[in-house]
Nanobody
Framework: QVQLVESGGGLVQAGGSLRLSCAAS????????MGWFRQAPGNEREFVAA????????RYADSVKARFTISRDNAKNTVYLQMNSLKPEDTTIYYC????WGLGSTERNDYDYWGHGTQVTVSS
């Protein structure tokens, strides 16, 4: 069982930056690929970024490529999402997720555990 807790969301002006963190419980964090997804009200949860269990592979949605960076610190059981050049359309709730021995899937159904989300609001 893995528990995930996101933090770092908030209100920022367009063009600004935020860094989201996702802290995981347990001693097996390094076995999990980690992903970030986001979901606006009435929409499906969409893929944002993922990193493999080894950290050797990262994937990004086209909409965030070159603006967002995913990274992990296995010593701290934490995955990060650095978000730069934020746009109003990035406004929504962001969720992190864990996939045992995953390679960084873009499919939400591949993930076994989810956090409760953190709100990001980008003002124009």
């Amino acid at each position: 069982q893995v528990q995930l807790v996101e933090s770092g969301g908030g209100l920022v002006q367009a063009g600004g930056s935020l860094r989201l963190s996702c802290a995981a419980s347990g001693r097996t964090f390094s076995r999990y690929a980690m992903g970030w997804f986001r979901q606006a009200p009435g929409n499906e949860r969409e893929f944002v970024a993922a990193i493999s269990w080894s950290g050797g592979t990262t994937r990004y949605a086209d909409s965030v490529k070159a603006r967002f960076t995913i990274s992990r610190d296995n010593a701290k059981n934490t995955v990060y999402l650095q978000m730069n050049s934020l746009k109003p359309e990035d406004t929504t709730i962001y969720y992190c997720a864990a996939d045992l021995w995953g390679l960084g899937s873009t499919e939400r159904n591949d993930y076994d555990y989810w956090g409760h989300g953190t709100q990001v609001t980008v003002s124009s």
